[in-house]
């Protein structure tokens, strides 16, 4: 029997209730706010798939990068109470804790030389004990022995409280990290930029403008960074678009992001889970309608869209891949923040994501911290 392909692929997305826009993606169109909330509205994951996976066909063929990391959470300590948070814990807490540097570059040296990591991604709690030298000395010390070693570094909501226990501007303690090594900016703590959001799930962090404006700092200063979004708690469909749409006006004007990252809330340990407001993770379905949607409202604005295994698992990361995601992330090595929820095992080595790639029928590339490609498996 023959088949006309494309006559397939047209009726297959007629019958949609969003064709109309996967079409305009197809057709190359930037989407906006109206376009982005009917796509989060809408039941058609599948179709969302199809689209976003021809797009990301378009931009990197089969390959599918990973990188070889660790993850440094350098202090637990922390004074901003996130109730979504399993991993904090106040000051003079007996469970508390912070890396001396001498540790942290000792994790490094050992992770280099058994795992041949090429990034180092550092990122702990709101510690006000912590002063601007502990990670200037920190990022030197690390560039000092391992040059080669990308450091991916900090949140805007960690360098807000950098700069007020410094009495300084942002944009000094930002130039001061990159001054001291930090290649990239890691960017976690958005959550969902919606003040409305913001308040019932981390009222003491900084707002939504804030994080928009630090990162914009960042990009002037020449430093790319990560976008990130966590949804799956009190958020509505709307505030999830108007988060894309925040990220993707930034980007407009600065170009700053090299990739973007949804991930799912994990309830596990978490006040949101005691006081019972969220009980259970969003799950799979909604992992997979987020990429689609990134991959389709980012197209030609955001070329990487990462997998998230962290909080769904290599399964689900590697549907990811068929949906929209282009990057299945780090290995991950030392991870503590998710894997405080309990949830599941945290870290993976890179043999076992380059086999998980290639089942997903992919071909598996190791890239740096720019996402430069650096070999391919
Ligand atoms: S998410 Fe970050 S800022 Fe919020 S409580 Fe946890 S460690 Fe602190």
């Not at 993850?71 to 991993?87: E, P, Q, R, S, W």
């Amino acid at each position: 029997m023959q088949y006309d392909n494309n006559k397939l692929v047209s009726d297959f997305l007629s019958k949609s209730d969003i064709s109309d826009i996967l079409d305009s993606a197809l057709a190359g169109h930037r989407l906006g706010l109206k376009e982005c909330i009917r796509l989060i509205k809408s039941d058609d994951v599948n179709s969302m798939g199809f689209v976003a996976n021809l797009l990301r066909r378009s931009l990197c063929g089969d390959t599918i990068t990973f990188i070889n990391n660790i993850i440094l959470n350098y202090t637990n300590v922390c004074i901003t109470y996130c109730k979504f948070c399993a991993f904090y814990r106040p000051p003079g807490h007996e469970e508390s804790y912070t890396v001396p540097i001498e540790e942290i570059v000792k994790r490094v040296a050992t992770s280099r030389e058994l795992f041949g990591i090429t990034q180092v991604l550092i990122q702990g709690g709101h510690n006000p004990n912590l002063k601007l030298e502990y990670y200037e000395d920190a990022f030197r010390a690390i560039k000092q022995k391992y040059p080669e070693v990308g450091i991916n570094g900090l949140s805007p909501s960690e360098v807000d409280m950098i700069a007020k226990v410094e009495r300084s501007s942002t944009k000094e303690v930002l130039a001061r990290l990159k001054d001291a090594g930090m290649d990239t900016f890691a960017g976690g703590g958005a959550e969902i930029l919606e003040d409305s959001v913001k308040e019932q799930i981390s009222p003491f962090k900084i707002k939504s403008h804030e994080w928009l404006r630090i990162m914009e700092e960042a990009h002037h200063l020449g430093l790319k960074s990560v976008a990130t979004m966590m949804y799956g708690t009190v958020e509505t469909e709307e505030d999830r678009a108007r988060h894309i749409i925040k990220i993707a006006q930034l980007q407009e004007k600065t170009g700053g992001f090299m990739v973007f990252i949804p991930w799912s809330f994990e309830p596990n340990k978490t006040q949101m889970q005691s006081e019972g407001k969220i009980r259970y993770a969003s799950g799979g379905l909604s992992l997979l309608k987020m990429i689609a949607i990134a991959r389709i409202m980012y197209y030609g604005l955001i070329d990487h869209l990462q997998s998230s295994w962290l909080t769904n698992g290599i399964g689900m990361a590697q549907l990811a891949l068929n949906y929209g995601a282009d990057d299945f992330g780090g290995t991950l090595i030392g991870e503590e923040v998710v894997s405080a929820t309990g949830s599941r095992s945290t870290e993976l080595t890179s043999d076992k994501i380059i086999v998980a790639i290639k089942r997903a029928g992919f071909r598996a590339a190791e890239r740096d911290n720019f996402y430069k490609l650096i070999k391919y498996y």
